[in-house]
C-alpha cells in the first residue's frame, strides 16, 4: 500500500525566512504533483514533476523529485504573507495511475 | 473551460436519508476521481474511473457508499443511509491520464445530523 508522508504539518514562520516541506512516498512512482490549499476552498495545482532530477519553480516555490529516494521537496524562498495556505503532494502509483495524497503542511507566514 | 463542476455546494441531510453527490468532469479529460476530505483524515481517495470505468474501489468505506459514471460527462457519488460520520468536503478531480494534474472541482460540503 502506497504512504505518503509529510512533513512537517504544521509550520509557522517569519517572512523573509526560508523553509522546506518534505514528501516521502512508500513505493515506487515517477510522477508526483504538489498542490495548494487556501482556507475553505478547492486545490490548485503548483507543479508537475514528471521525472528523477524534476525540478521546477514559480516566483518564491520551487519543487524537486528524486525518485531513487523517494522524495519531493518543496522549497520557499524568503516567505510572504500570501503564501499562507495548506500544501499538499500528492503521488502517482506507476503501474495504476492511482493518486494519492500526503496529509498536507498548514504553512502560516507572520507578517 | 468550465473547470469540473460539483453540486451541490452544501448538503445538510439528516442520518438515514440518500444523499447523491454530482460531478462534471472537464471536457475530454478520461480520469476522474472521488476524494473525502476531513480534518482528521486529511484528502481519502475513494474511488477513480479510467474512460468511465471504476479501477480502484478500495478506499469506499462501506457498502453504504457507491459511485456510477455512465457517460464521458457524468458522475455520481451516493451514500445510503447517510451517517453523522460522513460530514466531510467531497471533491471530484479529472486529468488526462498519463502524466497530467487532477483538476480539481469546488467540493461539496456534507453535513450529516
Known amino acids: 500500500e502506497l504512504k505518503v508522508e509529510q512533513n512537517p504539518l504544521f509550520l509557522s514562520m517569519q517572512e523573509g525566512k526560508n523553509y522546506t516541506i518534505y514528501c516521502n512516498y512508500s513505493?515506487?512512482?515517477?510522477?508526483l504533483y504538489w498542490y495548494r490549499q487556501d482556507p475553505g476552498k478547492s486545490l490548485e495545482s503548483l507543479f508537475v514533476?514528471?521525472?528523477?532530477?524534476a525540478v521546477k519553480q514559480e516566483g518564491r516555490l520551487m519543487a524537486s523529485l528524486d525518485t531513487k529516494a523517494r522524495l519531493s521537496t518543496l522549497h520557499i524562498t524568503a516567505a510572504v504573507h500570501d503564501l499562507s495556505a495548506t500544501y499538499f503532494c500528492?503521488?502517482?502509483?506507476?503501474?495504476?495511475?492511482?493518486?494519492?495524497f500526503g496529509k498536507g503542511t498548514r504553512l502560516h507566514i507572520l507578517p | 473551460d468550465a473547470g469540473v463542476i460539483q453540486s451541490p455546494r452544501h448538503e445538510v441531510t439528516e442520518m438515514g436519508q440518500e444523499v447523491t453527490l454530482r460531478c462534471k468532469p472537464i471536457?475530454?479529460?478520461?480520469?476522474l476521481f472521488w476524494y473525502r476530505q476531513t480534518m482528521m483524515r486529511g484528502l481519502e481517495l475513494l474511488i477513480y474511473?479510467?474512460?468511465?470505468?471504476?479501477?480502484?474501489d478500495s478506499g469506499m468505506p462501506e457498502d453504504r457508499f457507491s459511485a456510477k459514471m455512465p457517460n464521458a460527462s457524468f458522475s455520481t457519488l451516493k451514500i445510503q443511509p447517510s451517517e453523522p460520520r460522513d460530514s466531510a468536503v467531497y471533491f471530484c478531480?479529472?486529468?488526462?491520464?498519463?502524466?497530467?494534474?487532477?483538476?480539481f472541482g469546488n467540493g461539496t460540503r456534507l453535513t450529516v445530523t
Open positions: 478531480a479529472s486529468s488526462l491520464s498519463g502524466g497530467s494534474p487532477l483538476h
Open positions: 513505493t515506487t512512482s515517477d510522477r
Open positions: 514533476l514528471l521525472s528523477n532530477g
Open positions: 500528492a503521488v502517482v502509483l506507476n503501474r495504476d495511475d492511482k493518486i494519492i
Open positions: 471536457s475530454g479529460h478520461n480520469s
Open positions: 474511473f479510467n474512460n468511465n470505468v471504476p479501477i480502484d
